[in-house]
């Protein structure tokens, strides 16, 4: 029970919180609304993917040798991106990289780094565990 409590933990700091930053910071157009629901989903499955797959990345020991997929805690470099540009007064409609109208709805580039994210925490990359 443990091992779920931490990933709950985890998906709400790592997962969530990171979006709803997003979200403060002027990503609320449709698409990212979308882009950020994709990358709390992403890293819910990660964390799912980890908890069942754990004991078979370990070999029979107590440890996981490498992780499938960036950890979600790699979520903290987009919190400090958008830290860094609330400092710099870059939110609302100043957001970095301005926005683009797309099918009559609104899309923040900068929200495209979201979907980077969330891809590679289910992607099947071995990353070595220290």
């Known amino acids: 029970?443990?091992?779920?409590?931490?990933?709950?933990?985890?998906?709400?700091?790592?997962?969530?919180?990171?979006?709803?930053?997003?979200?403060?910071?002027?990503?609320?157009?449709?698409?990212?609304?979308?882009?950020?629901?994709?990358?709390?989903?992403?890293?819910?499955?990660?964390?799912a993917r980890f908890n069942v797959t754990a004991d078979k990345l370990s070999d029979g020991t107590d440890k996981v040798k490498y992780f499938e997929g960036t950890p979600i805690p790699t979520s903290i470099v987009l919190a400090g991106l958008l830290t860094l540009a609330a400092s710099q007064h870059a939110i609302g409609s100043n957001l970095w990289f301005g926005s683009l109208k797309v099918g009559g709805y609104t899309l923040h580039p900068l929200a495209l780094l979201f979907v980077l994210s969330g891809s590679l925490m289910i992607s099947r990359i071995r990353i070595p565990k220290l």
């Not at 919180?17 to 002027?26: D, E, H, I, Q, S």
Request: proline share 2%; glycine share 10%.
């Open 1 to 47: 029970m443990g091992r779920e409590l931490d990933s709950l933990a985890d998906i709400i700091s790592f997962g969530v919180a990171p979006a709803v930053l997003a979200y403060a910071c002027g990503m609320q157009g449709l698409y990212d609304r979308l882009i950020l629901v994709f990358f709390v989903a992403c890293g819910v499955s990660r964390l």
